[in-house]
């Protein structure tokens, strides 16, 4: 039982117990206080792990924009009935018994992934040459992406294009109805 | 670098993503799914950054510098 053990123990059962909360909570406000110390936890894992920037971004990204974002996006849609609809008894349990399942699933294939492999496969690549290969400038023939990764975004810029433009044309034949 | 395994990562990390997936199950609430999302990318980002300590431990274990 070293210290990294016991640090291990108490954020794993602060973050555990927070993410129950966040799904067992009925309220929406409850839920994102309970999100917010989920967030916390997983953060201070990073640092336990020894990534340190990835634990600071965290920090400011999820906690600091993505909560205040959720906590925003409640104050402005909690009006009406929508922010304490009550889940049904049976719903609770079909879901947790089918998370209960996955759960038994991912553990069981978790639990056989070896820690250490003395003669495993080679060390990992860093980042350059992975940059590299996702440019097709790679030594050894190595196939471009960028050519997909720019269609697939342009793609996605055209799907946003068209949502806004069929939003507000809906928009403007309401107020074209109504006048 | 801890001297934990691997697998209590991958375990607290597969119980995060589990919890995203009922609270996406179960909430009512558009804002409550993205709450479970939330969980789910945690979940998978846990996952990456424990992996990525693995590898530096099995280059660590084969003699090279560690960086």
Same mark, same amino acid.
């Given at each position: 039982?070293?210290?990294?053990?016991?640090?291990?123990? #108490?954020?794993?059962?602060?973050?555990?117990?927070?993410?129950?909360?966040?799904?067992?909570?009925?309220?929406?406000?409850?839920?994102?206080?309970?999100?917010?110390?989920?967030?916390?936890?997983?953060?201070?894992?990073?640092?336990?792990?020894?990534?340190?920037?990835?634990?600071?971004?965290?920090? #400011?990204?999820?906690?600091?924009?993505?909560?205040?974002?959720?906590?925003?996006? #409640?104050?402005?849609?909690?009006?009406?009935?929508?922010?304490?609809?009550?889940?049904?008894?049976?719903?609770?349990?079909?879901?947790?018994?089918?998370?209960?399942?996955?759960?038994?699933?991912?553990?069981?294939?978790?639990?056989? #992934?070896?820690?250490?492999?003395?003669?495993?496969?080679?060390?990992?690549?860093?980042?350059?040459?992975?940059?590299?290969?996702?440019?097709?400038?790679?030594?050894?023939?190595?196939?471009?992406?960028?050519?997909?990764?720019?269609?697939?975004?342009?793609?996605?810029?055209?799907?946003?294009?068209?949502?806004?433009?069929?939003?507000?044309?809906?928009?403007?034949?309401?107020?074209?109805?109504?006048? | 670098?801890?001297?934990?395994?691997?697998?209590?990562?991958?375990?607290?990390?597969?119980?995060?993503? =589990?919890?995203?997936? =009922?609270?996406?199950?179960?909430?009512?609430?558009?804002?409550?799914?993205?709450?479970?999302?939330?969980?789910?990318?945690?979940?998978?980002?846990?996952?990456? =950054?424990?992996?990525?300590?693995?590898?530096?431990?099995?280059?660590?274990?084969?003699?090279?510098?560690?960086?």
């Amino acid at each position: 039982m070293t210290l990294s053990h016991a640090l291990f123990a #108490i954020l794993a059962s602060v973050t555990a117990i927070s993410a129950l909360g966040v799904v067992l909570s009925g309220s929406i406000v409850r839920a994102a206080v309970w999100l917010l110390f989920t967030l916390l936890g997983v953060s201070m894992l990073y640092f336990l792990l020894g990534a340190e920037f990835l634990g600071a971004a965290q920090l #400011i990204v999820y906690v600091g924009g993505t909560l205040v974002l959720v906590i925003f996006g #409640i104050m402005l849609t909690a009006q009406g009935p929508f922010s304490s609809l009550k889940t049904r008894p049976m719903e609770w349990v079909v879901g947790g018994a089918l998370g209960a399942v996955l759960f038994a699933l991912l553990v069981n294939a978790v639990r056989p #992934i070896p820690d250490l492999q003395p003669g495993g496969a080679g060390t990992l690549p860093g980042t350059g040459p992975l940059g590299m290969g996702f440019l097709g400038i790679a030594n050894n023939g190595a196939v471009a992406y960028l050519l997909p990764f720019e269609i697939v975004s342009v793609h996605l810029l055209v799907v946003l294009i068209g949502a806004a433009y069929l939003a507000r044309a809906k928009r403007h034949q309401r107020t074209e109805g109504e006048a | 670098m801890t001297d934990l395994g691997l697998t209590p990562f991958l375990v607290l990390a597969s119980f995060l993503f =589990v919890c995203g997936v =009922v609270c996406i199950a179960t909430k009512r609430n558009a804002i409550g799914i993205l709450m479970g999302v939330e969980l789910v990318l945690n979940a998978a980002n846990l996952n990456f =950054v424990a992996l990525r300590g693995s590898g530096r431990r099995r280059s660590a274990w084969r003699g090279k510098s560690s960086r």
